[in-house]
């Protein structure tokens, strides 16, 4: 044991404020570390199980591991001390681009020393991996898993890779989601994954949502939580056909995943764009809808080849969009469009009366441009609350009413998985 080799960082946690030693009875409360201090690893002078990963030794205690994963419930102390590093399987399958990542046990070899030789592309996925693990074994001793340290710190130069640790980051938080489902933790390590996915997705720095959907859906399908994987697949549909063309990840999706995020594109997209617009064009035959929104929307392109095929009917959508959307209605200044404006606010409400009306205001030789402006904004006000029950709130994106309807019924992708492993299905 004299000899063991430790990492820079294992020696930074060790000298740092934060390392207090860790009693049998569990970890001293932690407060979040700031986003640009390091990780500190759980370390524990009487460990018995040492797990490598990429350039750090983790040094943890079988007793502990047992309370909060099945996958070390039977390992025996007779075989301890133990060692484990992670273990990379290259030509997966046949396919020479694939690879997998596994925990190989290396009895009565506690300081184990990796032989992975791999390019720089390889390099990173390794390095990705390893990061995710670290963060998963701190969350199995209840300490904070300081996701943002571990997707914040670039593995190769970011003038070579540009946007790199920003497009992995969700890579990670991903991985780190399959270490639970892989290690059968308890759920309470469950809950502080999500609780890491929630702090990351609140951020939302750079457009995190957007460029790492595809991975927070596998993150939520392997934590198996119906409110975040809701949320995700709604943006990961949001991307539309592209996903099929740019997106490597999507063409090496799972099967499940992929139906999934195809029905809901189709739900969101295609069912709910012509319910709504059915709905308008019974409005317009009884005269009692604005012919600027319908003849935007009620065109053949919608129904021939579907809303996200062609660009008349993506600028029909913009159209009701920019109308749900506008801040102060200020985009419809001129006298024709007012009008318009004023024939959606009188045919939306049951009560045109209590209402003041725009066209009024506008034709009044006295009144001050100001004046036009609140009634104007108030307008747009009614008219956009009169319109909410037709989109979905998601983020802010102005998509049509969501994924579940009385006409459809989606799975949960573990669900189909499950009754498939049964036999129901």
């Given at each position: 044991?004299?000899?063991?080799r430790?990492?820079?960082?294992?020696?930074?946690?060790?000298?740092g404020?934060?390392?207090d030693?860790?009693?049998?009875?569990?970890?001293?409360s932690a407060?979040?570390?700031?986003?640009?201090?390091?990780?500190?690893?759980?370390?524990?002078?009487?460990?018995?199980?040492?797990?490598?990963?990429?350039?750090?030794l983790?040094?943890?205690?079988?007793?502990?591991?047992?309370q909060r994963?099945g996958?070390f419930?039977?390992?025996?102390?007779?075989?301890?001390?133990?060692?484990?590093?992670?273990k990379?399987?290259?030509?997966?399958h046949?396919?020479?681009e694939?690879?997998?990542?596994?925990?190989?046990?290396?009895?009565?070899e506690?300081?184990?020393?990796?032989t992975?030789?791999?390019g720089?592309?390889?390099?990173?996925e390794y390095?990705?991996t390893?990061?995710?693990?670290?963060?998963?074994?701190?969350?199995?001793?209840?300490?904070?898993?300081?996701?943002?340290?571990?997707?914040?710190?670039?593995?190769?130069?970011?003038?070579e890779?540009?946007?790199m640790s920003?497009?992995?980051?969700?890579d990670?938080?991903?991985?780190?989601?399959?270490?639970w489902?892989?290690?059968?933790?308890?759920?309470e390590?469950?809950?502080?994954?999500l609780?890491e996915?929630?702090?990351?997705?609140?951020?939302?720095r750079r457009?995190?949502?957007?460029?790492?959907?595809?991975?927070?859906?596998?993150?939520?399908?392997?934590?198996?939580?119906?409110?975040m994987?809701?949320?995700?697949?709604?943006?990961?549909?949001?991307?539309?056909?592209?996903?099929e063309l740019?997106?490597?990840?999507y063409?090496?999706l799972?099967?499940?995943?992929?139906?999934?995020?195809?029905?809901?594109?189709?739900?969101?997209?295609?069912?709910?764009?012509?319910?709504?617009v059915?709905?308008?064009?019974?409005?317009?035959e009884?005269n009692?809808?604005?012919?600027?929104i319908?003849?935007?929307?009620?065109?053949?392109?919608l129904?021939?080849?579907?809303?996200l095929?062609n660009?008349?009917?993506?600028?029909?959508y913009?159209?009701?969009?920019?109308l749900?959307h506008?801040?102060?209605?200020?985009e419809?200044?001129?006298?024709d469009?007012?009008?318009?404006?004023?024939m959606?606010?009188?045919a939306?409400?049951?009560?045109?009366?209590?209402?003041n009306?725009?066209?009024t205001?506008?034709?009044?030789?006295q009144?001050?441009s100001?004046?036009v402006?609140?009634?104007?904004?108030?307008?747009?006000?009614?008219?956009?609350?009169?319109?909410?029950?037709?989109f979905?709130?998601?983020?802010?994106?102005g998509?049509?009413?969501?994924?579940?309807?009385?006409?459809?019924?989606?799975?949960?992708?573990?669900?189909?998985?499950?009754?498939?492993?049964?036999?129901?299905?």
């Amino acid at each position: 044991m004299a000899t063991r080799r430790r990492s820079k960082r294992t020696a930074v946690s060790e000298s740092g404020p934060s390392t207090d030693a860790i009693s049998s009875d569990g970890p001293p409360s932690a407060k979040r570390p700031r986003h640009e201090s390091p990780s500190v690893y759980p370390h524990y002078d009487k460990a018995d199980v040492f797990v490598q990963l990429d350039d750090t030794l983790l040094e943890l205690r079988l007793d502990d591991l047992k309370q909060r994963s099945g996958w070390f419930s039977n390992v025996h102390r007779d075989r301890l001390p133990l060692g484990c590093r992670l273990k990379k399987d290259d030509n997966l399958h046949g396919d020479p681009e694939a690879s997998s990542f596994s925990m190989e046990w290396l009895d009565n070899e506690p300081h184990p020393s990796p032989t992975v030789t791999r390019g720089a592309n390889q390099a990173r996925e390794y390095r990705k991996t390893s990061r995710a693990a670290k963060a998963f074994f701190r969350g199995l001793y209840k300490l904070p898993m300081d996701i943002f340290a571990m997707v914040e710190d670039p593995v190769l130069p970011e003038a070579e890779y540009p946007g790199m640790s920003d497009l992995e980051s969700g890579d990670v938080l991903a991985q780190v989601a399959k270490w639970w489902a892989d290690f059968d933790c308890i759920d309470e390590v469950k809950e502080a994954i999500l609780q890491e996915l929630r702090i990351v997705l609140i951020d939302q720095r750079r457009g995190f949502m957007e460029k790492a959907c595809l991975a927070i859906v596998e993150a939520a399908d392997h934590l198996q939580d119906e409110t975040m994987f809701a949320e995700a697949v709604i943006h990961a549909a949001a991307k539309g056909k592209r996903l099929e063309l740019i997106n490597d990840a999507y063409s090496d999706l799972d099967c499940d995943l992929k139906h999934c995020i195809d029905m809901t594109a189709y739900e969101l997209f295609q069912v709910n764009v012509l319910r709504a617009v059915d709905r308008m064009d019974r409005c317009f035959e009884k005269n009692t809808f604005c012919g600027f929104i319908v003849e935007a929307l009620i065109n053949r392109y919608l129904y021939k080849q579907g809303f996200l095929n062609n660009p008349e009917s993506e600028q029909a959508y913009q159209c009701l969009r920019r109308l749900y959307h506008s801040a102060d209605g200020m985009e419809f200044w001129d006298v024709d469009m007012m009008q318009r404006i004023d024939m959606i606010d009188y045919a939306l409400h049951a009560n045109p009366g209590s209402r003041n009306s725009l066209l009024t205001v506008a034709r009044s030789q006295q009144c001050q441009s100001s004046q036009v402006k609140v009634v104007l904004s108030e307008t747009i006000e009614r008219i956009r609350g009169a319109l909410r029950p037709l989109f979905a709130d998601d983020r802010n994106l102005g998509y049509f009413t969501c994924l579940k309807s009385e006409d459809t019924y989606l799975e949960y992708p573990w669900e189909v998985r499950k009754n498939r492993f049964s036999g129901d299905s």
